[in-house]
């Protein structure tokens, strides 16, 4: 490979895939798709807004990349039932841009696809670790709009498009925004540390289990799918997860003994979800045999990572 695209680049993953990529393939240039938004470290900078579609026509066009990662979507998903239009719009929609300029700009390259662990929903509802013909079942608007995403994705690799579907589970580390559990949990915590919160955290429910994976871990993922593209069926995929679900509480007071505070946590009518599933787990071996991936990063590693973080953010 000459020249891989990333969309999403100035996002939380796209920083953290630069290193990985810069590390993984040296010399390549790096070509970061953004809405216009200054980044730093990329070889190259092309503008790319996934509700424009010639936007996404010219920006495939201007990279001519030999491989495409598709990072870049409405990720949060209390927003996404704030807004669920918009939320289907960019990820479902824009999805389809890219993939479609690909097709045309540069159909010999990979199409590597961000998706996501939501798309199974309520079938984590059966108790046992999914894989990869686990039932899409999603529960909120933006798992819908991913597993539509994925789906339409899998259709076009039978008209050429070189793609190979991902699906990490929750992950997390240093970058990521508090709209997502560990990261706000390690604010708030941070927060209190420092003297800058009341002693109270705020939280949503804390009875659920989470199958979590440091973003590290996630970039390898899409590291490997890159340097085994070519013994891969179009259309092909992997499921990237620990196997090890983590319970969400023990998650928050783990990372209430590492500060050294003692706070009373309230609930937060407000961080709830209208559905939710108690307990997600991913199969993860067609990724280990496949892609002789797996996850590396000790999760005591990972949630020291995130809370030093935000400590050094706040100050």
Same mark, same amino acid.
């Given at each position: 490979? $000459? ?7 100035? *996002?939380?993953?796209? *920083?953290?895939? $630069? ?12 070509? %970061?798709?953004? $809405? ?26 201007? /990279?001519?990349? @030999? ?11 209390? /927003? ?8 289907? +719009? ?6 389809? %841009?890219?993939?479609? !300029? ?26 046992? !670790?999914?894989?990869?013909? *686990? ?8 798992? !819908? ?21 991902? $699906? ?5 580390? =240093? *970058? ?34 989470? @199958? ?11 590291? =490997?799918?890159? +340097?085994?593209? @070519? ?32 706070? +009373?946590?309230?609930?937060?009518? %407000? ?16 990724? +280990? ?27």
């Amino acid at each position: 490979m $000459r020249r891989i695209l990333v969309t999403g680049a100035s *996002g939380f993953a796209g *920083g953290h895939l $630069r290193l990985a990529l810069r590390a993984a393939f040296p010399g390549v240039v790096l070509v %970061a798709a953004t $809405r216009g938004e200054r980044v730093e470290g990329w070889d190259e900078a092309v503008t790319l807004d996934l509700e424009d579609p010639p936007s996404c026509i010219a920006a495939v066009h201007t /990279a001519r990349p @030999d491989a495409v990662v598709h990072l870049a979507a409405l990720a949060e998903t209390a /927003a996404s039932f704030r807004d669920p239009q918009r939320t289907w +719009r960019v990820n479902l929609l824009g999805t389809l %841009a890219v993939a479609e !300029a690909v097709l045309a700009e540069a159909p010999g390259a990979v199409f590597v696809l961000a998706s996501s662990a939501e798309v199974y929903g309520l079938s984590f509802q059966d108790g046992h !670790a999914l894989a990869e013909d *686990g039932a899409l079942r999603p529960a909120n608007p933006y798992a !819908a709009s991913k597993a539509a995403a994925d789906l339409a994705v899998g259709e076009m690799a039978l008209r050429g498009l070189r793609a190979i579907r991902l $699906r990490p589970f929750n992950h997390t580390g =240093a *970058g990521q925004t508090d709209g997502f559990v560990v990261s706000a949990f390690a604010r708030q915590v941070a927060m209190v540390a420092a003297g800058r919160q009341e002693p109270v955290l705020r939280v949503g429910a804390l009875d659920r289990w989470r @199958d979590f994976l440091d973003v590290a871990d996630v970039c390898s993922g899409y590291i =490997a799918a890159l +340097r085994r593209a @070519d013994d891969l069926p179009r259309g092909a995929v992997f499921n990237l997860a620990s196997g090890e679900p983590r319970h969400v509480r023990g998650i928050l007071d783990d990372l209430i003994r590492m500060a050294g505070i003692s706070p +009373r946590i309230e609930q937060d009518s %407000a961080r709830l979800r209208p559905t939710d599933v108690v307990r997600t787990e991913g199969d993860a071996r067609a990724a +280990r045999s496949a892609l002789g991936w797996e996850p590396r990063v000790p999760w005591a590693t990972t949630l020291a990572t995130v809370l030093a973080d935000w400590q050094a953010r706040i100050g």
